[in-house]
């Protein structure tokens, strides 16, 4: 049953976010690029269901100037990374046609 109502409630609130930002960004809907696979792939990367996961270190590493011992408990932010572009050093925007852009481009 937990997992039945976990899909249930990560589900909803995808699609909940997924219309939220298009209320937000409504002339999406009208870019013939864009597709709604794109969208929901934008809104996925902007509100991820779960964006905290617990991870454990196989080996000692450096990470911003801080030594993590092998075997230690981490924790990973999937929104953190979803929402900084290291290559640019920028935060993204929701649904930024950048973003999306180079999605259609790769296809």
Not at 9 to 15: E, L, M, P, V
Not at 36 to 57: C, H, K, N, Q, V
Not at 83 to 99: E, K, V
């Amino acid at each position: 049953m937990t997992l039945l109502f976990a899909g249930h409630d990560t589900t909803s609130s995808s699609i909940t976010f997924m219309f939220y930002e298009l209320s937000k960004n409504p002339e999406l809907l009208d870019d013939p690029v864009i597709t709604p696979e794109m969208i929901f792939d934008e809104t996925l990367r902007m509100y991820p269901p779960a964006y905290i996961g617990p991870r454990r270190s196989v080996n000692p590493y450096e990470f911003a100037g801080v030594t993590v011992p092998g075997k230690a408990h981490v924790n990973y932010c999937s929104w953190a990374r979803a929402t900084t572009c290291p290559t640019f050093g920028i935060r993204l925007r929701p649904l930024t046609r950048c973003a999306s852009q180079k999605r259609a481009k790769r296809q």
